[in-house]
T-cell receptor, first 113, second 112 residues
Framework: DGGITQSPKYLFRKEGQNVTLSCEQN?????MYWYRQDPGQGLRLIYY???????QKGDIAEGYSVSREKKESFPLTVTSAQKNPTAFYLC????????????FGPGTRLTVL | QKEVEQNSGPLSVPEGAIASLNCTYS??????FFWYRQYSGKSPELIMF????GDKEDGRFTAQLNKASQYVSLLIRDSQPSDSATYLC????????????FGKGTRLSVIA
């Protein structure tokens, strides 16, 4: 059953803690992405990766970090430096990052207590 | 000017009517255009993509692209309450080899 999985679905964090959001895909896609969505807002790009062991900053990378050690995995760490991390986080993947449609995982809702 | 602009809505249409969702963009060289549907609390799902000027039909959905006027639209015929969602327009900038750029979306409400 091919697709993109994200875990956990809901995550609660205390201020000052780092948390890591998981994203896995078995679609054999080369490119993977992380977006943040706030209520009533569009998608804002955090980081993306076109190939293993390489990634680029998006529009709002400050306070976040990623790694791409395996083609199928692209975890996102929300660090304590991110001042307002409460949001809906969406992972996506595509065959490439040059115009191919992106497919999204179910998302992780992060709440900072 | 923002790269992708959509009216945030809500756009309210009666059941059975045609819903028309519009999107304008600033990068004249943009080539690939996508429409996503997002239900409240869920992730976006791809509905259609269009690359060439003109109309592209898929069931009750029609995408229309006019590169000269820099707009792309999505028509939903025979609208159903289940179509109530936020519709996101996305495109690839002329520079290519970059992730999709998304609009903020238009919220559609179909009234039974």
């Amino acid at each position: 059953d091919g697709g993109i999985t994200q875990s956990p679905k809901y995550l609660f964090r205390k201020e000052g803690q780092n948390v890591t959001l998981s994203c896995e895909q078995n679609l054999n896609h080369d490119a993977m992405y992380w977006y943040r969505q706030d209520p009533g807002q569009g998608l804002r790009l955090i980081y993306y990766s076109q190939i293993v062991n390489d990634f680029q900053k998006g529009d709002i990378a400050e306070g976040y970090s990623v790694s791409r050690e395996k083609k199928e995995s692209f975890p996102l760490t929300v660090t304590s430096a991110q001042k307002n991390p409460t949001a809906f986080y969406l992972c996506a993947s595509s065959w490439g990052s040059d115009g191919n449609e992106q497919f999204f995982g179910p998302g992780t809702r992060l709440t900072v207590l | 000017q923002k790269e992708v602009e959509q009216n945030s809505g809500p756009l309210s249409v009666p059941e059975g009517a045609i819903a028309s969702l519009n999107c304008t963009y600033s990068d004249r060289g943009s080539q690939s255009f996508f429409w996503y549907r997002q239900y409240s609390g869920k992730s976006p799902e791809l509905i259609m993509f269009i690359y060439s000027n003109g109309d592209k039909e898929d069931g009750r959905f029609t995408a229309q692209l006019n590169k000269a006027s820099q707009y792309v639209s999505l028509l939903i015929r025979d609208s159903q309450p289940s179509d109530s969602a936020t519709y996101l327009c996305a495109l690839v900038l002329n520079s290519g080899n970059t992730p999709l750029v998304f609009g903020k979306g238009t919220r559609l409400s179909v009234i039974a």
